[in-house]
């Protein structure tokens, strides 16, 4: 049983998107500002937040800006106009992904499901973690594809391992060089380009055609589960 966390100051829209959540067999935390939401989301209790753009005491950009601070939680964002889907989609919110209202309620559920299965493939149990044809060793430091150890260079490992603690998220460049390079590194970002391509050319049947390894553009890289 997944929960999803609805945070919208409208009381008529939470109410019908919670109703027919409710009906495909999701429970529900509603929160109707900002703050609150924040506080939910932050609880651990939700498996997926739906947020909206504008709320009060906190905008829904301050509230997801604040969470992933610490969670990886996957967030839709609800836009009402055309600037704030830009918004999303030029900034690095974060977001998992977006819906743009008026949507159809049929549409927000394969969305969340489609979401929440998304992450829930990387969740990590006895140290290890699996995605796709991937499985991490933690302990070995190791990544196979289909059973067949990968060779990998100690970066490429830190590379992966940065994703799975990031899920479902996009990681900028910087955020890679700060994480992961470190800030005793001096290269500039084009590094961490090169390091994408030649892992890349490591995790995919077809670096040209990457299916796992995946560029924002604009944004960063994420990891396609
Ligand atoms: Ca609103």
Same mark, same amino acid.
């Given at each position: 049983?997944? =929960?999803?966390?609805?945070?919208?100051? %409208?009381?008529?829209?939470?109410?019908?998107?919670? !109703?027919?959540?409710?009906?495909?067999?999701?429970?529900?935390?509603?929160?109707?500002?900002?703050?609150?939401?924040?506080?939910?989301?932050?609880?651990?209790?939700?498996?997926?937040?739906?947020?909206?753009?504008?709320?009060?005491?906190?905008?829904?950009?301050?509230?997801?800006?604040?969470?992933?601070?610490?969670?990886?939680?996957?967030?839709?964002?609800?836009? &009402?106009? +055309? %600037?704030?889907?830009?918004? #999303?989609?030029?900034?690095?919110?974060?977001?998992?992904?977006?819906?743009?209202?008026?949507?159809?309620?049929?549409?927000?559920?394969?969305? #969340?499901?489609?979401?929440?299965?998304?992450?829930?493939? #990387?969740?990590?149990?006895?140290?290890?973690? +699996? !995605?796709?044809?991937? &499985?991490?060793?933690?302990?070995?430091? =190791?990544?196979?594809?289909?059973?067949?150890?990968? %060779?990998?260079?100690?970066?490429?490992?830190?590379?992966?391992? *940065?994703?799975?603690?990031?899920?479902?998220?996009?990681?900028?460049?910087?955020?890679?060089? +700060?994480?992961?390079?470190? !800030?005793? *590194?001096?290269?500039?970002?084009?590094?961490?380009?090169? &390091?994408?391509?030649?892992?890349? %050319?490591?995790? +995919?049947?077809?670096?040209?055609?990457?299916?796992?390894?995946? =560029?924002?553009?604009?944004?960063?890289? *994420?990891?396609?589960?």
């Amino acid at each position: 049983m997944s =929960t999803v966390l609805i945070v919208e100051d %409208e009381k008529s829209i939470v109410d019908l998107i919670s !109703f027919n959540l409710k009906r495909e067999g999701y429970e529900i935390l509603e929160a109707y500002d900002g703050q609150k939401g924040l506080e939910l989301a932050l609880s651990g209790k939700a498996d997926l937040m739906l947020l909206d753009v504008m709320l009060p005491l906190m905008d829904g950009f301050e509230v997801l800006k604040k969470l992933r601070e610490t969670s990886s939680l996957p967030v839709i964002m609800v836009t &009402a106009r +055309e %600037e704030e889907r830009d918004k #999303i989609l030029g900034l690095e919110t974060g977001a998992d992904d977006y819906i743009t209202k008026p949507f159809s309620v049929k549409e927000l559920a394969a969305r #969340i499901k489609a979401n929440i299965r998304r992450s829930a493939g #990387i969740v990590t149990a006895g140290g290890g973690s +699996e !995605f796709g044809p991937f &499985a991490i060793d933690r302990l070995m430091q =190791t990544v196979s594809k289909n059973g067949k150890p990968l %060779e990998l260079s100690q970066r490429e490992y830190d590379i992966i391992s *940065y994703f799975l603690k990031n899920p479902s998220r996009v990681v900028s460049r910087e955020e890679f060089m +700060e994480k992961v390079w470190g !800030f005793d *590194y001096y290269g500039d970002l084009r590094a961490v380009d090169v &390091a994408m391509r030649r892992l890349r %050319e490591k995790l +995919e049947d077809d670096p040209a055609e990457p299916r796992y390894l995946m =560029t924002k553009r604009g944004a960063g890289y *994420y990891l396609k589960i």
